[in-house]
């Protein structure tokens, strides 16, 4: 096995055993310093990642086949060693919030990189089990991290209970995908899933195994569990979820559909237009009734699961040219991960000294730290698609990638309205938080906030992120579609 390729989760690996050692010699008062240590090796590997001599710069597989890098790969690993350094930024500043295990919550959010990483690589379904469980399960412990807290226990065994049956489905699909076609290998399968796209267990199978990722993701009907963990999960986690974790689903879900089975994923063509425009009603009409902040983002989070499936079902509908589908569908990726995660991260600053996460926590919020309402302002803005911020050119992009497809099926034309639809309902509940903390009435204290520099200097980045993808998206846009052309 070629080790050379996988160099970059060895370290990161490597990374969380070192955090957790370290916990055994470093007194408590200085081990919140290895969370800002954990995120700094991150953003090294990340700068370096994008070096000729670094092993995401190597394209190839091990001999088997079961671990793949391509262009695909880089660009979502990239994007995961962002993620992982500025939730872990968060974590640091949440910390206090923590009772005891503050190193081990850190290792575990590397751990769980872990897992992401390998996910972009996946071209096995034994490496996407394994991937996925290595995620999933690191999660069950971090929703529950906050042990002292009712309703973050009830998160986990909710998360853990729903997860398995999410897994249980999963391995019953390969089991079934296998034992009809006898192959394990991505590439080998496509080669001859053609001959099977009538077979009723094959297509049990595959419909398993999408039951599966739907979980990873929230798309509907898989997005029961979303709400409750979201709310109920330490912050940092819960921005984890939101980015990380919905993003390996993600890539899981385009090498399955677009490397293992493009024969059959052309023939559902249909169906992922209907999960994609109820996902997104379903996610913005449950959002609007919503005061608890984490719960609000959670079916969010579910509504822009089915904008991303917009881009899933654009390549569907050309399965043999679907890079811009792809390529749309990995910009707003890109700008989900700022957006989401400077508004999670205002929450925890913010939320850390009130026992509820209710919006009207956020009332006179523009007093304290005109910063923090800035932030959280541009951060709904853009997820409700304002210009010039990142979410606008992303749900241009998706829109635009359907709309082409709408010549050849007219459904692609409703499924664009409901999607409009979906950002006008969108608008009202983003902008109610706007409206609290703004006209919301006197604030609770006029305290300022006070926060850390390197919770300042992330904060930063992600308002820099979106506007940079907003009003310069031509880089970003490059890089989107050199890594969609995998999948054509």
């Given at each position: 096995?070629?080790l050379?390729?996988?160099?970059?989760?060895?370290?990161?690996?490597?990374?969380?055993?070192v955090?957790?050692?370290?916990?055994?010699?470093?007194?408590a008062?200085?081990r919140?310093?290895?969370?800002?240590a954990?995120?700094?090796?991150?953003?090294?590997?990340?700068?370096?990642?994008?070096?000729?001599?670094?092993?995401c710069?190597?394209?190839?597989?091990?001999?088997d086949?079961?671990?793949?890098?391509?262009?695909?790969?880089?660009?979502?690993?990239?994007?995961?060693?962002?993620?992982?350094?500025l939730?872990?930024?968060l974590?640091?500043?949440?910390?206090?919030r923590?009772?005891?295990g503050?190193?081990e919550?850190?290792s575990l959010?590397?751990?769980a990189l872990?897992?992401m990483l390998?996910a972009?690589?996946?071209?096995?379904?034994?490496?996407?089990f394994?991937?996925?469980?290595l995620?999933?399960?690191?999660?069950?412990?971090?929703?529950s991290?906050?042990?002292?807290?009712?309703?973050?226990?009830?998160?986990?065994?909710?998360?853990?209970i729903?997860g398995?049956?999410?897994?249980?489905?999963?391995?019953?699909?390969?089991?079934?995908v296998?034992?009809?076609?006898g192959?394990?290998?991505?590439?080998?399968?496509a080669?001859v899933?053609?001959?099977?796209s009538?077979?009723?267990?094959?297509?049990m199978?595959?419909?398993?195994?999408?039951v599966?990722?739907?979980?990873?993701?929230?798309?509907f009907?898989f997005?029961?569990?979303a709400?409750?963990?979201?709310?109920?999960?330490?912050?940092?986690?819960?921005?984890?979820?939101?980015?990380?974790?919905?993003?390996?689903?993600?890539v899981?879900?385009?090498?399955?559909?677009?490397?293992a089975?493009?024969?059959?994923?052309?023939?559902w063509?249909?169906?992922?237009?209907?999960?994609?425009?109820?996902?997104?009603?379903y996610?913005?009409?449950?959002?609007?009734?919503?005061?608890?902040?984490?719960?609000?983002?959670?079916?969010?989070?579910?509504?822009?699961?089915?904008?991303?499936?917009?881009g899933?079902?654009?390549m569907?509908?050309?399965?043999?040219?679907?890079?811009?589908?792809?390529?749309a569908?990995?910009?707003?990726?890109?700008?989900?991960l700022?957006?989401?995660t400077?508004?999670?991260?205002?929450?925890?600053?913010?939320?850390?000294?009130?026992?509820?996460?209710?919006?009207?926590?956020?009332?006179?919020?523009?007093?304290?730290s005109?910063?923090l309402?800035?932030t959280?302002?541009?951060?709904?803005?853009?997820?409700?698609?304002?210009?010039?911020?990142?979410?606008?050119f992303?749900?241009?992009l998706?829109?635009?990638?359907?709309?082409?497809?709408?010549?050849?099926?007219?459904?692609?034309?409703?499924l664009?309205?409901i999607a409009?639809i979906?950002?006008v309902?969108s608008?009202y509940?983003y902008?109610g938080v706007?409206?609290?903390m703004?006209?919301g009435?006197?604030?609770?204290?006029?305290?300022?906030?006070?926060?850390?520099?390197?919770?300042?200097?992330?904060?930063v980045?992600?308002?820099?992120?979106?506007?940079?993808?907003?009003?310069?998206?031509?880089?970003?846009?490059?890089?989107?579609?050199?890594a969609?052309?995998?999948?054509k």
């Amino acid at each position: 096995m070629n080790l050379s390729l996988m160099s970059l989760e060895i370290a990161v690996a490597a990374l969380g055993l070192v955090v957790l050692l370290a916990d055994l010699w470093l007194p408590a008062e200085r081990r919140r310093a290895l969370g800002y240590a954990a995120a700094a090796a991150l953003v090294v590997l990340l700068l370096n990642s994008f070096t000729s001599h670094c092993s995401c710069s190597l394209i190839g597989r091990t001999p088997d086949g079961m671990f793949i890098q391509d262009a695909l790969a880089v660009f979502f690993k990239r994007f995961f060693l962002l993620a992982g350094a500025l939730v872990l930024v968060l974590a640091v500043e949440f910390s206090d919030r923590i009772a005891t295990g503050v190193s081990e919550y850190f290792s575990l959010i590397v751990f769980a990189l872990v897992g992401m990483l390998f996910a972009a690589s996946s071209n096995n379904f034994a490496m996407l089990f394994v991937s996925i469980e290595l995620i999933t399960i690191t999660f069950y412990v971090l929703t529950s991290f906050q042990r002292g807290k009712v309703v973050s226990l009830e998160a986990g065994v909710k998360y853990l209970i729903l997860g398995a049956l999410s897994s249980a489905f999963m391995v019953f699909g390969i089991a079934l995908v296998w034992g009809t076609s006898g192959k394990f290998n991505f590439d080998e399968l496509a080669m001859v899933s053609a001959q099977f796209s009538g077979n009723k267990l094959f297509l049990m199978g595959v419909l398993m195994v999408l039951v599966g990722l739907g979980f990873k993701i929230a798309a509907f009907p898989f997005q029961i569990w979303a709400p409750d963990v979201y709310q109920g999960a330490p912050t940092p986690t819960t921005a984890f979820l939101a980015v990380g974790s919905k993003a390996a689903g993600f890539v899981l879900l385009l090498r399955f559909l677009f490397t293992a089975i493009p024969d059959v994923t052309a023939r559902w063509e249909k169906l992922l237009i209907v999960i994609s425009a109820v996902t997104i009603l379903y996610g913005n009409l449950c959002a609007l009734p919503q005061r608890n902040l984490k719960r609000m983002l959670g079916y969010s989070s579910i509504a822009h699961a089915g904008y991303l499936l917009l881009g899933v079902a654009a390549m569907a509908g050309s399965i043999h040219n679907s890079t811009q589908g792809g390529s749309a569908l990995l910009y707003y990726l890109g700008g989900y991960l700022f957006t989401t995660t400077a508004a999670f991260t205002v929450i925890a600053i913010v939320m850390r000294q009130l026992e509820s996460e209710d919006v009207g926590g956020l009332a006179g919020l523009n007093q304290r730290s005109p910063f923090l309402a800035a932030t959280m302002t541009l951060a709904m803005a853009s997820l409700a698609g304002i210009p010039p911020l990142a979410g606008f050119f992303g749900k241009f992009l998706l829109l635009k990638a359907v709309i082409e497809q709408a010549a050849s099926n007219p459904a692609y034309y409703y499924l664009t309205g409901i999607a409009l639809i979906g950002v006008v309902i969108s608008l009202y509940y983003y902008f109610g938080v706007v409206r609290a903390m703004y006209w919301g009435g006197a604030a609770t204290s006029r305290e300022p906030i006070i926060f850390s520099l390197p919770m300042r200097l992330a904060i930063v980045c992600c308002v820099a992120g979106m506007f940079w993808l907003g009003i310069a998206p031509s880089s970003m846009l490059k890089l989107a579609e050199t890594a969609a052309v995998v999948l054509k």
